[in-house]
């Protein structure tokens, strides 16, 4: 069982940053391939970013390659996104999911992750 909490949301405007974190308990959560999704009002769930258990692969929507960047401290149960160069048009509630396991070609699915967090909303302003 894990549990997962997301931090770090809030208002920035246009061309700003924010990290967003999501810590996690659960002695295992270092096997566990963990995700980023964003959903915005009216609009699907849209994947954003993945990191595997060891961090060792990275996964990126066409969205935000090259403006976001995933990482994890293992050490501290911990998964971060760091947002830079934000738009508008990343408006939406942040969520972070994990599973122990998930094909390299199924990472991007919202529905094969078990565990999700309760999110955190990030407004960018123009």
């Known amino acids: 069982q894990v549990q997962l909490v997301e931090s770090g949301g809030g208002l920035v405007q246009a061309g700003g940053s924010l990290r967003l974190s999501c810590a996690a308990s659960?002695?295992?959560?270092?096997?566990?391939?963990t995700g980023w999704f964003r959903q915005a009002p009216g609009k699907e769930r849209e994947f954003v970013s993945a990191i595997s258990g060891s961090g060792r692969s990275t996964y990126y929507g066409d969205p935000v390659k090259g403006r976001f960047t995933i990482s994890r401290d293992n050490a501290k149960n911990t998964v971060y996104l760091q947002m830079n160069s934000l738009k508008p048009e990343d408006t939406a509630v942040y969520y972070c999911?994990?599973?122990?396991?998930?094909?390299?070609?199924?990472?991007?699915?919202?529905?094969?992750?078990?565990?999700w967090g309760q999110g955190t909303q990030v407004t960018v302003s123009s």
């Open positions: 659960g002695r295992t959560f270092s096997s566990y391939t």
């Open positions: 999911a994990a599973d122990p396991i998930i094909a390299t070609s199924r990472y991007s699915f919202a529905s094969e992750y078990e565990y």
